[in-house]
């Protein structure tokens, strides 16, 4: 038979495990409180170096049943080193997503740069065509306003000339309406007066002055733009025609209106058409 005195070895011997799981399932089946062993909860209590006697149980001694597999627990640090690399790979990732999103950012830039600059571009397109056309309409308004004296200086001018004439001197009258006469008029004006004017004022010994009429208290002349451009004109007149011939006994007054039609040459504002309204 055994010896139930058993001598500690040590805290952590395996020998002593065993034999305390035995003795608790011993004393749970008689009945009895366990004495604690050297080592167990409240071993401190004990003097080191005691001798512990335990009775044998009735059948022997059992060992008490192993623990199962899915029962028993790792600590954290029993970790296998791939787990541990494992867990740790989504960390070090991290760095590279966070260094990936300047260069998905970086296109987006590029795109907003290059449509500000487009629309820029545009912009100012934009504001130099506006520049160009208030620039050509303001000289185009400087014209036509320039074009508006010129046009009704050599209107007031040529109106007497070329509406006058003396059965005297035909030809100088007719010579110094032509210099003031443009185009097709003037061609037209010549034909006129040598093949009608001509004769017949020298038959009746025909004069004719005319005047642009004028307020009596000395005003402008009676004259008004229609139309004006850098290049044309239309101007109206009124004007005082004075006939005298072997025809009419005393000279007779009539009161006109005309239409002088004026194109710039370049020599001047010129008449490229007349007519009585």
């Not at 997503?97 to 397109?125: F, H, N, T, Y």
């Not at 010129?150 to 005297?168: H, N």
Request: aromatic share 4%.
């Amino acid at each position: 038979m055994a010896n139930p005195t058993t001598r500690t070895r040590g805290t952590g011997s395996p020998a002593r495990r065993t034999l305390t799981a035995a003795a608790r399932a011993a004393a749970k089946r008689a009945g009895r409180p366990v004495r604690p062993e050297p080592g167990a909860l409240g071993a401190e209590e004990t003097p080191a170096g005691r001798t512990l006697l335990i009775d044998p149980p009735a059948n022997g001694w059992e060992d008490p049943p192993e623990p199962e597999p899915s029962e028993v627990s790792e600590p954290p640090e029993a970790k296998s080193p791939e787990a541990s690399e494992s867990s740790e790979e989504p960390e070090a990732e991290a760095p590279e997503s966070s260094e990936e999103e300047p260069e998905e950012g970086a296109p987006g830039r590029r795109i907003g740069r290059r449509v500000l600059a487009a629309v820029l571009g545009v912009v100012l397109v934009a504001a130099l065509a506006v520049a160009a056309v208030l620039g050509w309409q303001y000289r185009q308004g400087r014209q036509a306003e320039q074009a508006r004296g010129e046009a009704v200086a050599a209107a007031r001018r040529a109106a007497p000339v070329v509406l006058s004439y003396d059965y005297r001197h035909l030809d100088r009258d007719f010579a110094r309406a032509r210099a003031l006469l443009t185009g097709h008029f003037r061609d037209q004006y010549g034909k006129t007066t040598q093949t009608v004017v001509a004769p017949t004022a020298t038959k009746y010994h025909g004069v004719v002055k005319a005047t642009v009429a004028a307020p009596g208290d000395g005003g402008a002349p009676a004259v008004s733009v229609v139309s004006a451009g850098p290049d044309k004109a239309v101007v109206l007149l009124f004007v005082n025609q004075v006939t005298e011939s072997t025809q009419v006994p005393e000279p007779r007054l009539d009161l006109n209106r005309v239409r002088m039609t004026l194109a710039r040459t370049a020599d001047g504002w010129k008449v490229s058409g007349v007519d009585a309204l």
